[in-house]
């Protein structure tokens, strides 16, 4: 016959298979369908202006640091890299030329 201690036993160890059951179940189970979230708008004319405005500054080289529109321009890309929403870049002075783009004859 079976006495107290090995009936207490039998049940531990049931307890045990089955929370050992219920962390498989949890673990494996399947995630809730992803919802699809609209893909953020971009704003190709703002986008291209910072395109042409990080090239005049890279095209400075180090005087770029001392230029406060280069300042603001990479910090505007450094907020839109981190996904914060687009500003107006500040105007820019009168007189300033963007750089000429090199063509496919230019021997880099």
Not at 52 to 59: K, M
Request: hydrophobic share 45%; with cysteine.
């Amino acid at each position: 016959m079976l006495g107290r201690s090995d009936i207490f036993r039998a049940a531990a160890i049931v307890a045990l298979i089955a929370c050992f059951i219920a962390a498989l179940a949890a673990i494996n189970r399947r995630p809730a369908a992803p919802v699809a979230e609209a893909p953020p708008t971009i704003i190709a004319p703002a986008t291209d202006d910072l395109t042409a405005e990080l090239r005049r500054c890279s095209a400075l080289g180090p005087a770029d640091a001392e230029d406060a529109r280069c300042v603001a321009v990479w910090e505007e890309n450094r907020r839109r890299f981190f996904g914060r929403p687009a500003r107006p870049l500040p105007p820019s002075p009168p007189g300033a030329v963007a750089p000429a783009t090199p063509t496919s004859g230019d021997a880099r």
